[in-house]
């Protein structure tokens, strides 16, 4: 089995191209608790990695395990990896697939003494607009507002990024509540912070951000690995690595893997 965890959108459907390459293993996806019960307050990451570590143990209560998780959900199977191992359970590979342990702000938004709450707004436009394959809207991010609720930011994404997804025929009700779980997510996975417990990762990564590099990226790879380092690079880049054409290659590199764990 391997279980493939959420991005900050909440669901798994960033693999679509993926699991069906994913050779003679029953592929598990795992959603955003917060899609699953929306009413649930912001926990820190380590807690709904517990929740996602005992799902997963009850799925597979016996052998080792396989996690996998592209961006934030990179981030996800780390933690939920080490909630195994509190577990007792023995991680054969956790594939983080361009995982930024720091997420960065945008290149496309860079901008100084801006709040967290403005860079998350930020994020989410951008990330939505990169997977709908368009460029993010031109937004004057001085005159975005500080909002005073989970919803009205969400009501203000919606309005942002309106032109874009109209092909997607969703309703404005629909919409907000998955913006919602967007930045219900985002506030989970920015408390991750980096454990002194190491795990057998397995890093792959587009050969336009070059994750490797830890020098640019500020990723202290040395404090993720038990072995030795594993490094795999996909041509494309941070969204494109999950594309049809690429993911065949990411599925290759992955069942090779598996078959050899």
């Not at 069906?20 to 917060?34: A, C, K, P």
């Not at 930020?122 to 609720?149: G, W, Y």
Request: charged fraction near 20%; proline fraction near 4%.
């Amino acid at each position: 089995k391997i279980f493939l965890l959420h991005d900050t959108s909440g669901n798994t459907s960033i693999y679509k191209n993926l699991v069906t390459r994913l050779d003679s293993y029953s592929v598990f996806g795992i959603n955003s608790i917060y899609i699953q019960n929306p009413r649930k307050k912001i926990h820190k990451i380590s807690s709904i990695a517990k929740e996602y570590a005992k799902e997963i143990a009850s799925i597979q209560p016996k052998n080792s395990i396989n996690l996998l998780g592209w961006c934030s959900g990179g981030i996800l199977a780390y933690q939920v990896a080490l909630e195994l191992i509190n577990l007792g359970r023995h991680i054969s590979n956790a594939f983080l697939i361009e995982t930024f342990l720091t997420p960065p702000l945008s290149k496309d938004f860079k901008e100084t003494h801006i709040s967290n709450d403005i860079q998350d707004i930020l994020f989410i436009i951008e990330d939505i607009s990169r997977k709908l394959n368009t460029p993010p809207p031109n937004i004057a991010i001085h005159e975005i507002p500080q909002f005073s609720s989970t919803h009205k930011k969400a009501e203000y994404i919606y309005k942002t990024i309106k032109p874009l997804i109209k092909k997607l025929h969703l309703e404005k009700k629909h919409l907000v509540f998955l913006i919602k779980i967007y930045l219900k997510n985002n506030k989970t996975i920015k408390s991750f912070k980096l454990p002194s417990t190491k795990i057998n990762a397995r890093i792959i990564y587009s050969s336009d951000s070059n994750i490797k590099n830890s020098k640019k990226h500020h990723i202290p790879w040395k404090e993720i690995y038990s072995e030795k380092k594993y490094f795999y690079q996909i041509s494309g880049n941070h969204y494109s690595i999950m594309n049809l054409s690429n993911s065949k290659a990411l599925a290759l590199h992955i069942n090779n893997t598996l078959k050899r764990s």
